[in-house]
């Protein structure tokens, strides 16, 4: 019993602890009496005096015996919703040490009864020990049985796919739920010797390709995918099946995380997102690299409320840092993610303040207060339509809160200096792209010119970013439609926001100086297949029961993106998945009197800023 409890809360336990014993008692004492009854051809009158009087003393000795040996073993802690094998040994183990006391007992001459009433009353005692704990599980589930094979229009019928451990425990939720009221119809798993046998009382009915003859066979109207340590390529594979159905999907995290996370299966249960539908495992990285990278050293995140700078800093803060500093501009992220940390990470050492990178006097006072070690710099606008119409915007925050904070970094001395980039950085044809292809050459002139190591770090779309298509899709497809898609051949790179932050951690450990890391983002998916995809997987029909619209291209936007400029040329690193391309060389004087005269134009508002960019960066071809 837990030492926090109040007497109040203990009562109840106590007083059920008491009920169960007691009836414990009654059933032992009862279980005796009828070994005696029985050996005595069921005659009360026939039972001889001294054997009533014997049977009276030994069903009160045997009666507390058999109560403490139980309280030994924790059968008396038991929840009985959850009763199981494991209670079930208990009591067998139980029953084994009270038989060597009977042993015992009859060979010493302590008890004197005849044999035969001990070993019926050994055997009954037994049974209704087990009865008395099952009876309970029993009950509900037959109430739970009728209750789910009732009449009842909004049961669904679910269609589990894996029949191992994931989706075992899956039924068994199922099962043992009140909340759950949808019906386990039949399950798919690859396994040809599990054809045709039953996992749950559900039958195993066929593998990935019997799925569409299964759904309309056993009238699916839900699918859960619950293969926990399927690869992403297996994963895909059956969900691209499963979309083709028309039934609502769900996904099972690995029993790993149910574990973790210390909750239940039917809760976890999730909606198949974008990352499903990658065809790739997650990336993983050196943890003990970033560790020794991060741990007991000053990090400094600017932008650090965003879907970005966020996860840095959450990643960071598990590397024990001497110090983490959130620097934003956007006071309400800035909170949330400092809420966040306290709670998650109660000893981290946490500064979070605001402030914008275009602002001199603050960075100085900030950067010479704190002496960061590390600079991760994730503040900037990104959003391609809305920097086309803003383009001075674009430069005051981009290129020049980049340019005043790579100063800032190599006047306090800090050891290096990350950007992150991104892949519409090559071959701009928007201004936000040209904008961080500035920002990399300012981090690249500065690394020529001061001690800091400047690098940057180069990747595509991350999954569920501020702004990204994925939760746009969500909400439309939760709207009820429609979908908007910019052009059907439109195709991206992804990533998940964790993957990208780690890799750009280990590129920083990495770094040199001077590179610009380009992370390998897999093979790049079209946004049409995955808009449908992501219908079919809610339950509906793409352009039946949620059309798809194409919007045709905004202002700036490619049909495809780039990682890499041909100039740059491609160095592996000890990750596969972390490329370098090399620095190009350029005039660092004639870049600064370009970069005072832009610095002039954005904040006189000039019309035609962009073609004062163009001059400045050879490969920006803005559409005209």
């Given at each position: 019993?837990?030492?926090?409890?109040?007497?109040?809360?203990?009562?109840?336990?106590i007083?059920?602890?008491?009920?169960?014993?007691?009836?414990?008692?009654?059933?032992?004492?009862?279980?005796?009496?009828?070994?005696?009854?029985?050996r005595?051809?069921?005659?009360?009158?026939?039972?001889?005096?001294?054997?009533?009087?014997?049977?009276?003393?030994f069903?009160?000795?045997?009666?507390?015996?058999s109560?403490?040996v139980?309280?030994?073993?924790n059968?008396?802690?038991?929840?009985?919703?959850?009763?199981?094998?494991?209670?079930?040994?208990?009591?067998?183990?139980?029953?084994?040490?009270?038989?060597?006391?009977?042993?015992?007992?009859?060979?010493?001459?302590?008890?004197?009864?005849?044999?035969?009433?001990?070993?019926?009353?050994?055997?009954?005692?037994?049974?209704?020990?087990?009865?008395?704990?099952?009876?309970?599980?029993?009950?509900?589930?037959?109430?739970?049985?009728?209750?789910?094979?009732?009449?009842?229009?909004?049961?669904?019928?679910?269609?589990?796919?894996?029949?191992?451990?994931?989706?075992?425990?899956?039924?068994?939720?199922?099962?043992?739920?009140?909340?759950?009221?949808?019906?386990?119809?039949?399950?798919?798993?690859?396994?040809?010797?599990?054809?045709?046998?039953?996992?749950?009382?559900?039958?195993?009915?066929?593998?990935?390709?019997?799925?569409?003859?299964?759904?309309?066979?056993?009238?699916?109207?839900?699918?859960?995918?619950?293969?926990?340590?399927?690869?992403?390529?297996?994963?895909?594979?059956?969900?691209?099946?499963?979309?083709?159905?028309?039934?609502?999907v769900?996904?099972?995290?690995?029993?790993?995380?149910?574990?973790?996370?210390?909750?239940?299966?039917g809760?976890?249960?999730?909606?198949v997102?974008?990352?499903?539908l990658?065809?790739?495992?997650?990336?993983?990285?050196?943890?003990?690299?970033?560790?020794?990278?991060?741990?007991?050293?000053?990090?400094?995140?600017?932008?650090?409320?965003?879907?970005?700078?966020?996860?840095?800093c959450?990643?960071?803060?598990?590397?024990?840092?001497k110090?983490?500093?959130?620097?934003?501009?956007?006071?309400?992220?800035?909170?949330?993610?400092?809420?966040?940390?306290?709670?998650?990470?109660?000893?981290?050492?946490?500064?979070?303040?605001?402030?914008?990178?275009?602002?001199?006097?603050?960075l100085?006072?900030?950067?010479?207060?704190?002496?960061?070690?590390?600079?991760?710099?994730?503040?900037?606008?990104?959003?391609?339509?809305?920097?086309?119409?803003?383009?001075?915007?674009?430069?005051?925050?981009?290129?020049?809160?980049?340019?005043?904070?790579?100063?800032?970094?190599?006047?306090?001395?800090?050891?290096?200096?990350?950007?992150?980039?991104?892949?519409?950085?090559?071959?701009?044809?928007?201004?936000?792209?040209?904008?961080?292809?500035?920002?990399?050459?300012?981090?690249?002139?500065?690394?020529?010119?001061?001690?800091t190591?400047?690098?940057?770090?180069?990747?595509?779309?991350?999954?569920?970013?501020?702004?990204?298509?994925?939760?746009?899709?969500?909400?439309?497809?939760?709207?009820?439609?429609?979908?908007?898609?910019?052009?059907?051949?439109?195709?991206?790179?992804?990533?998940?926001?964790?993957?990208?932050?780690s890799?750009?951690?280990?590129?920083?450990?990495?770094?040199?100086?001077?590179?610009?890391?380009?992370?390998?983002?897999?093979?790049?998916?079209k946004?049409?297949?995955?808009?449908?995809?992501?219908?079919?997987?809610?339950?509906?029909?793409p352009?039946?029961?949620?059309?798809?619209?194409?919007?045709?291209?905004?202002?700036?936007?490619?049909?495809?993106?780039?990682?890499?400029?041909?100039?740059?040329g491609?160095?592996?690193t000890?990750?596969?998945?972390?490329?370098?391309?090399?620095?190009?060389?350029?005039?660092?004087?004639?870049?600064?009197?370009?970069?005072?005269?832009?610095?002039?134009?954005?904040?006189?508002?000039?019309?035609?800023?962009?073609?004062l960019?163009?001059?400045?960066?050879p490969?920006?071809?803005?559409?005209?």
């Amino acid at each position: 019993m837990s030492k926090g409890l109040s007497m109040k809360e203990r009562l109840p336990i106590i007083r059920k602890s008491f009920l169960i014993a007691l009836m414990d008692f009654v059933c032992v004492a009862g279980s005796y009496f009828l070994g005696l009854w029985v050996r005595y051809d069921f005659s009360f009158n026939a039972i001889p005096y001294d054997f009533k009087a014997e049977y009276l003393w030994f069903a009160a000795l045997w009666g507390v015996l058999s109560i403490v040996v139980f309280s030994i073993f924790n059968l008396y802690k038991s929840v009985w919703t959850f009763v199981s094998t494991d209670e079930f040994f208990r009591i067998v183990v139980s029953y084994f040490i009270l038989g060597l006391l009977g042993a015992i007992g009859i060979v010493t001459g302590l008890f004197n009864m005849p044999y035969a009433c001990y070993i019926i009353g050994f055997v009954l005692s037994f049974c209704f020990s087990v009865a008395i704990r099952f009876s309970y599980r029993f009950m509900r589930q037959v109430r739970l049985y009728m209750k789910r094979h009732s009449p009842d229009s909004d049961k669904k019928n679910v269609m589990i796919i894996g029949a191992g451990m994931a989706g075992r425990a899956l039924i068994t939720e199922f099962k043992n739920s009140e909340h759950i009221r949808d019906r386990i119809a039949c399950v798919i798993d690859d396994n040809p010797q599990k054809r045709g046998k039953m996992l749950g009382g559900a039958p195993i009915v066929g593998n990935r390709h019997d799925i569409p003859e299964a759904v309309e066979k056993y009238k699916i109207d839900k699918i859960i995918y619950a293969i926990a340590a399927g690869d992403a390529d297996t994963r895909k594979q059956i969900l691209d099946i499963c979309s083709k159905t028309g039934c609502q999907v769900q996904v099972l995290p690995a029993v790993y995380q149910l574990v973790n996370g210390n909750v239940s299966v039917g809760n976890q249960l999730r909606k198949v997102d974008a990352q499903d539908l990658l065809g790739r495992d997650p990336i993983k990285v050196n943890m003990d690299e970033i560790f020794e990278f991060i741990s007991g050293k000053v990090v400094m995140v600017t932008g650090g409320g965003g879907s970005i700078g966020s996860e840095l800093c959450r990643q960071i803060a598990r590397s024990h840092p001497k110090l983490l500093i959130i620097f934003d501009i956007y006071e309400n992220n800035a909170y949330d993610i400092q809420m966040e940390l306290q709670r998650e990470c109660p000893g981290l050492n946490l500064e979070v303040l605001i402030g914008s990178v275009r602002n001199t006097a603050r960075l100085d006072y900030v950067l010479g207060t704190y002496k960061p070690d590390l600079v991760f710099h994730a503040a900037a606008h990104k959003h391609v339509p809305l920097m086309e119409d803003s383009p001075n915007e674009a430069i005051k925050n981009n290129v020049f809160g980049t340019y005043k904070m790579a100063c800032a970094a190599a006047k306090y001395g800090v050891k290096r200096f990350v950007l992150i980039s991104t892949d519409k950085a090559v071959n701009p044809t928007n201004i936000m792209g040209a904008s961080k292809r500035l920002c990399e050459m300012v981090v690249q002139m500065m690394n020529r010119q001061s001690s800091t190591e400047f690098v940057a770090v180069r990747f595509g779309n991350v999954l569920g970013s501020n702004g990204s298509v994925i939760p746009l899709f969500k909400k439309q497809i939760e709207a009820g439609g429609p979908v908007t898609v910019t052009h059907p051949d439109i195709i991206r790179y992804f990533m998940t926001i964790p993957e990208a932050v780690s890799l750009v951690l280990q590129a920083g450990y990495y770094a040199k100086g001077g590179e610009i890391f380009v992370l390998d983002m897999g093979e790049p998916v079209k946004i049409d297949t995955m808009a449908r995809q992501l219908i079919r997987l809610s339950g509906f029909e793409p352009d039946i029961d949620i059309k798809v619209e194409y919007t045709g291209l905004r202002p700036g936007e490619k049909l495809y993106e780039e990682l890499l400029m041909k100039e740059e040329g491609m160095q592996d690193t000890e990750n596969k998945l972390i490329h370098i391309g090399k620095p190009i060389e350029m005039d660092d004087e004639l870049f600064k009197k370009q970069l005072v005269l832009l610095d002039k134009a954005s904040k006189d508002e000039k019309s035609d800023i962009k073609s004062l960019v163009e001059e400045i960066v050879p490969t920006y071809k803005r559409k005209k």
